[in-house]
């Protein structure tokens, strides 16, 4: 596949998010036909990250069989419940890795996020929903422009 072209505004950016992944030994430089192409996106933070385009080697990479489990299902599991934890991951989006026993496997390793992981919390924030012991509900900033 065809390298994407970047704007010129995001190749600073991208330029400095791929100098960090490199030094921290996440990824080398590579001629290899299977390299995939990057995308610059903003974080929450307004920070300019990079996250990879698989989507071409996903159609020909042999699919697992065990699928992810529907979003739905795992807000299920926790009905009930009333004390809750989260952890969340920096650069995570780098270590997921298809094809493995286990459909998606995510290394961790050393890669916590700890401004982003929250332990013994009566309610947390689950992709897009909080989530606590009252029950799950709908974030009110993420649904703000349907409402207006």
Same mark, same amino acid.
């Given at each position: ?8 505004? #995001?190749? %600073? ?11 921290? /030994? ?16 903003? &974080?929450? /933070? /307004?920070?300019? $990250? ?7 080697? &996903? =159609? ?12 739905? !299902? ?7 419940? *009333?004390?809750? *934890?989260?952890? /969340? ?8 890795? $298809?094809? *493995?026993?286990?459909?998606? !496997?995510? #290394?961790?390793? =050393?890669?916590? @996020?700890?401004?982003?992981? #929250? ?9 897009? @929903?909080?989530?606590?012991? %009252? ?14």
């Amino acid at each position: 596949m065809r390298p994407r072209r970047l704007p010129l505004a #995001h190749q %600073e950016a991208a330029d400095k998010a791929l100098q960090e992944v490199q030094q921290a /030994g996440i990824i080398e430089p590579s001629e290899s036909p299977w390299a995939s192409p990057i995308v610059m996106v903003p &974080n929450k /933070g /307004g920070q300019w $990250r990079f996250c990879v385009d698989y989507r071409w080697l &996903n =159609e020909v990479t042999r699919k697992g069989s065990y699928p992810l489990p529907r979003i739905d !299902e795992v807000l299920d599991l926790v009905t009930g419940s *009333s004390w809750f *934890s989260s952890l /969340g991951l920096r650069s995570g989006y780098l270590q997921l890795l $298809r094809g *493995s026993p286990g459909g998606l !496997e995510l #290394h961790v390793g =050393e890669k916590l @996020h700890p401004g982003k992981c #929250h332990f013994m919390r009566r309610a947390v924030v689950f992709l897009g @929903h909080k989530v606590g012991e %009252e029950g799950i509900s709908t974030m009110g900033d993420k649904v703000q422009a349907v409402r207006d």
